[in-house]
């Protein structure tokens, strides 16, 4: 990695918070590592959705714009074709039946 600049930054409360908490947890080495790795991950996210962007104008470029109809097709079948993970839904509570006297 190339050298170090120093950043003075205004910050949530709650972030500097949860920061703190993560590095006495030992999950960072120290409050600065921890906004240097969001920072690392905010990067990379941006990368992909940049490439992800011109992945599908080249897409288009070469076989025309994507319609929404396609795009709920696609929606449909992926949804057809996903794993579930986190297991069934639970069963819904009978409602019991009351007499009248």
């Given at each position: 990695m190339t050298g170090k600049a120093r950043l003075t930054v205004t910050v949530d409360?709650?972030?500097v918070e949860a920061g703190g908490a993560a590095v006495a947890a030992g999950e960072a080495d120290s409050l600065s590592g921890w906004v240097?790795?969001?920072?690392a991950e905010r990067a990379a996210k941006e990368r992909r959705?940049?490439?992800?962007a011109d992945?599908?104008?080249l897409y288009e470029e070469e076989f025309g714009q994507?319609?929404?109809a396609?795009?709920?097709a696609?929606?449909?079948a992926d949804r057809r074709s996903a794993i579930i993970v986190r297991g069934s839904p639970k069963p819904r509570a009978r409602r019991?039946?009351?007499?009248?006297?």
């Open positions: 409360r709650e972030l240097n790795l969001a920072m959705l940049h490439a992800m992945a599908v104008a994507i319609s929404p396609e795009l709920v696609q929606k449909r019991s039946k009351r007499r009248r006297a």
